[in-house]
């Protein structure tokens, strides 16, 4: 199932107009961005052969020492020569996705990241909520859309693969970030890691630690793809990490996305009483639940033209689900400031209020 080209064209539009206040996207805030640090990692990277040669398609042994030294902290013993580094989280998904058997299922809940879904469907694997699939895909700690902790007894429990997407994991504001789900099952739980969410982005910077029996079919379609990630990347993050003190910039993050899901939480509360949805622990977004079924391009096509995007619900669930799912859609608070969230929750609410004449939601 290719994106939906009528959100494709509505989020750029948004995306292109000033008026529109973004509530889509998920992107990490702009403030939060290390400008300066990166430019003078980037400089001093740039004037080594290492950043500017081939590496290996594993990557930089040093940025593998980082990550598994990261983990080894929160219970994960990992030998560095165990881990990836990949394009980003994403490209991880689609390695997993390719390796794992074509035409199986893949239990991904309800509703999950979209551009996983996009991997598996790619790879000729179908994403289902049904429990007893033959893989299952969990965002831990912190789960995309939900921003909340997902259980993750019976995907373990199942004895089937199980893919721990941590992208946003760090990003608990309680700081209790759990314990990596390889650390219970690392014979076949792939762990899947990112830079993109504390750090940036656009340096697609990822990891991979696949169970070792697949370590190196992994490694070889990796180098198959794209032979590694970037030495320019990856030899810059490890100089901005040289120079950073990480705890301190995560706990920074944590802080700085607590505030704003604080500031959006209490805006819908007010602004649309009759939305569903949970406080999130910690991320990017609110994931809102509405009681009645609907279109949700249709809404967000009305919500442009009201200056305020979201994500349409449907982009989240499983394909077998869409046209069913009760209507819903993700706001991101990351990427805006208190004014934005506020004046965005109230466009959101005179939308909601022309779709259903005669409920009054309160200004
Ligand atoms: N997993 C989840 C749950 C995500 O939300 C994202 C980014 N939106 C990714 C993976 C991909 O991140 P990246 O490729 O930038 O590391």
Known sequence: VPKNPAIDA????AAERRDVIGLAGGLPASELLPKEAMAEALAAAAQTDDALQYGWPEGAARLRGWIAGRLGARGLAVDPDAVIVTAGAQQALSLIAAFLPSGSTIGVGDATYPAAIAAFEAAGLEPTATRDAAAHYLVTGVSNPRGVAIDSTAA???GRPVIADEAYAELRFDGEVPAPLAADAA???WHVGTASKVLSPGLRVGWLIPPAHAREAILQSKEAADLQTGSLAQA????LLDGLDYDETVARARRFYAERAGILVEA?????????????EGGFSVWVELEEP???VALLEAAVAQGVSFDPGSMFRPPAD????????????????????????RRLARVLDRRR???RIPA
């Open 10 to 13: 509505l989020h750029r539009e």
């Open 156 to 158: 373990l429990a199942s």
């Open 187 to 189: 014979d076949r739980v």
């Open 236 to 239: 810059a993050l490890v100089r």
């Open 268 to 280: 819908l509360e007010r602004h649309l009483p009759d939305a569903r949805f949970t406080a999130p």
């Open 294 to 296: 609907g279109d949700d």
């Open 322 to 345: 869409r046209a069913r799912a009760p209507l819903a859609f993700r706001l991101s608070f990351s990427a805006s400031g208190p004014e934005d969230l506020v004046e965005g929750s």
């Open 357 to 359: 004449p005669g409920v």
